[in-house]
């Protein structure tokens, strides 16, 4: 009885697993499920905090500079999960559309590129056992920016895609960091900041590109309530 009833479960699951994986090799192939990473890419702007991650850890020995990027690292990845796997149930909650998270979110994404590209940033001194967590892994790696840009893009490109895509990105700040002082020796300060700016000024075109479609979001409900 009970292999019957496991044999009946999996031939049910078979087609919809099948489906699944059918979707995301079509998607591998036109590399579609690869179109967030440029996004995120721009937001977590791992060249740009370069040079603050360095003049943070600057007085570290190697063995400590390494825990620190494990620490942010999976501090970075913890908070990014998590607020993607409540933020569509909060927004339930609190009754936000798609669209109403588009204009504030591109709004903020707005404002913070624009402080970014006109204001310089200022390093303080933090402790060593927690530096790692506040302020490389929260906010420096992963900040508002990083956090409005999940919820948007998981509604337009899906979890797997974003998932795949974040793993990579924070892949490429563990390398990144990882490889922090041959990188600034190879670059220098000046075109790692210039590097950073560009990527400030990539986020706030995409912010208005995100308000955009809020906007027309708006115009397609109000069209429907007439």
């Known amino acids: ?37 440029i996004p ?37 990845f913890l908070a990014s999960i998590g607020f993607l796997a409540l933020g569509k149930t909060i927004f339930a909650l609190l009754g936000i559309s798609v669209s109403d998270f588009q204009i504030a979110g591109g709004i903020l994404l707005f404002i913070i590129s624009i402080v970014d590209l006109i204001f310089p940033e200022k390093t303080r001194t933090f402790p060593k056992e927690t530096m790692g967590i506040v302020p490389i892994g929260i906010p420096l790696i992963v900040g508002p920016a990083v956090l409005t840009l999940l919820l948007m893009i998981v509604h337009t490109y899906g979890y797997i895609s974003t998932l795949l895509c974040l793993i990579l990105n924070f892949f490429l700040v563990w390398l990144v960091f990882g490889q922090s002082h041959s990188i ?5 300060e000046g075109g790692a900041k210039g590097i950073g700016k560009v990527s400030s000024l990539l986020l706030a075109a995409f912010a208005m590109m995100m308000i955009r479609m809020g906007l027309e979001g708006w115009m397609g409900l109000f069209r429907l309530l007439r």
């Open 184 to 188: 600034m020796q190879l670059m220098k």
């Open 1 to 37: 009885m009970l292999t019957n009833v496991l044999v009946s479960f999996v031939l049910f699951l078979y087609p919809i697993l099948m489906g699944w994986l059918d979707h995301i090799f079509k998607e591998l192939i036109s590399f579609k499920i690869f179109l967030p990473f």
């Open 40 to 76: 995120l890419f721009v937001a977590f702007n791992v060249i740009g905090i370069l040079p603050i991650f360095v003049s943070l850890t600057s007085e570290m020995v190697p063995s400590e500079r390494k825990r620190v990027i494990h620490q942010s690292i999976l501090t970075g």
